[in-house]
């Protein structure tokens, strides 16, 4: 069964310094998200991607965060000077843009900011 | 600003009974909706939606319920299974090409053998 998935698992970094999270969605889809879960709160919304641009997003999502789709097959996060605030996990998730079906989650990648 | 709430943290069953949880929405203009599994150390994996043109949903063991004057849905899990032990997350989203999720907090289902 096709899966999306995340690298890596587990990501520790120094507050300040840039992190890339990568994600693999799922090949025929068109639609692409980060989430993200701090410790203890509900899943959030960051960025949708749609046609290799942002079609949305939320507040959370300031000039610190970019995403790109750089060949084709990789989806990544970038956060260029991380904050103790931004210790969660993060959340790939695609779908395929037909109305009213399911987004897939790849399995997270937990940062930790030191 | 809590647009999808989940006001129960935590339930608990006997494996074979139902399992009933649930979630109320406060914006109306949410027309699609779903249930979402999650472990610890994985992401969510999706279990059951219902669209609001319907009342009901069935999956197997999983059925859910809408209902739209009262912005509120429902999980039913019949039997319960001790595998079914996890997070289980309500989300909404309005139809349409974006279709970002809005999450509830979750509910820790616990099912005793």
């Known amino acids: 069964e096709p899966e999306v998935t995340q690298t890596p698992s587990h990501q520790v970094t120094q507050m300040g310094q840039e992190v890339i999270l990568r994600c693999v969605p799922i090949?025929?889809?068109?639609?692409f998200y980060w989430y993200r879960q701090i410790l203890g709160q509900k899943v959030e919304f960051l960025v949708s991607?749609?046609?290799?641009?942002?079609?949305?997003k939320s507040e959370i999502f300031d000039d610190q965060f970019s995403v790109e789709r750089p060949d084709g097959s990789n989806f990544t996060l970038k956060i260029r000077s991380t904050k103790l605030e931004d210790s969660a996990m993060y959340f790939c998730?695609?779908?395929?843009?037909?109305?009213?079906?399911?987004?897939?989650f790849g399995q997270g990648t937990r940062l930790t900011v030191v | 600003d809590q647009q999808v709430k989940q006001n129960s943290p935590s339930l608990s069953v006997q494996e074979g009974r139902i399992s009933i949880l649930n979630c109320d929405y406060t914006?109306?203009?949410?027309?699609?909706f779903l249930w979402y599994k999650k472990y610890p150390a994985e992401g969510p994996t999706f279990l059951i939606s219902?669209?609001?043109?319907?009342d009901k949903n069935e999956d197997g063991r999983f059925t859910v319920f809408l209902n739209k004057s009262a912005k509120h849905l429902s999980l039913h899990i019949v039997p319960s299974q001790p595998g079914d032990s996890a997070v289980y997350f309500c989300?909404?989203?309005?139809?349409?090409?974006?279709?970002?999720?809005?999450f509830g907090k979750g509910i820790t289902l616990s099912v005793r053998p």
């Open positions: 998730a695609s779908r395929t843009g037909h109305r009213n079906t399911e987004a897939f």
């Open positions: 090949s025929n889809h068109l639609y």
């Open positions: 991607f749609y046609n290799n641009e942002i079609s949305e």
């Open positions: 914006n109306s203009m949410f027309d699609y």
């Open positions: 219902i669209s609001s043109i319907k």
């Open positions: 989300a909404a989203s309005v139809s349409g090409a974006n279709s970002k999720l809005t």
